[in-house]
């Protein structure tokens, strides 16, 4: 039997925190102020972008927070695999807190259908247009990383629904202001919680697949298996998982069957190379088998 282990303690969520900590500045400081003047203007839609900020901050210092105990060494001796799924809790609370969101302004909306309270457009083009401001630059910040973790890419998808939220309130007050009806600030309400809605069902699908130990994105099981066979000396592939234990760090396990005069040394470094060079996959462990015989068919 050999086991192959190659760790990658290049951790993707530690490399972008600073990025987190900058937008968590800004949209932290804006919160308070859209909050104040959605208050005293009476606009839903602006309301509901203060809402979806306050969420942003919840969100984003759950991210921030998850990089920090993500890389957090392990004094129990328990944590096998580390803290590193924190991140894709941290990015499942986001999902939760924007469906909350999303499902709060609807109610919001319905109870003022049939109502026509005044709306101070004024307020809602000014704070809109600081918002979009705010949330272009948080957006600039999080872009690079949001292809290579998780938890950056949650905090980035919410600050996209904050940007179409705000792009939202600005078109909310030119109508309110050409039309002198609120109908408009209700109707844009509902569809910045729509698109809310949308996006954590999309970033949800993602939290899904990596805590149910999905293959990762890009990587078929099979293609795997079918490379692996290729390697000098193994006849044979099975008991083949792979999963991601968080973002950018897909693990993998595997049996190989190889032949009696062939050396289990060699067969392991070359399909370790073999799953890192095709599959960038860093962390796995195989078991060199030299006949059926020596492996115990799996009962589940």
Known sequence: MGAGHSHGH????????????????????????????????????????????????????????????ATRPDNTGRRTYGSYRAEIFASGFTVLLMIG???????????????????????????????????????SLLRAG????????GAYFEVIADTVGSLGVIAAGILVSLTGSSWWDTAIALGISLFIAIRAVILGREVLAVLGQHAP???????????????????????????????????????????????????????????????????ATLQVERSASECDEITW
């Open 10 to 69: 290049g951790h993707a969520g530690a490399r972008h925190r600073w990025r987190l900590a900058a937008a968590f500045g800004l949209v932290a400081t804006f919160f308070v102020i859209e909050l104040v003047v959605a208050m005293t203007s009476g606009s839903l839609a602006l309301l509901s972008d203060a809402g979806h900020m306050a969420a942003d901050v919840v969100a984003l210092g759950a991210a921030l927070m998850a990089t920090r105990i």
């Open 101 to 139: 969101l999303a499902i709060y302004v609807a109610i919001e909306t319905l109870r003022r259908l049939g109502d026509t309270p005044e709306v101070a457009a004024g307020p809602m083009l000014v704070v809109g247009a600081l918002g979009l401001l705010i949330n272009l630059i948080s957006l």
């Open 146 to 153: 949001a292809s290579e973790s998780l938890n950056v890419k």
């Open 217 to 283: 994105p890009g990587i078929d099981p099979d293609d795997v298996a079918q490379r692996l066979s290729e390697v000098e000396g193994v006849s044979d592939v099975h008991d083949l998982h792979v999963w991601a234990l968080t973002s950018g760090m897909n693990v993998a396990t595997c049996h190989l069957m190889t032949d009696p005069q062939t050396s289990s040394g060699d067969v392991l470094i070359r399909a370790r190379e073999t799953l890192r060079s095709d599959f960038h996959i860093e962390h």
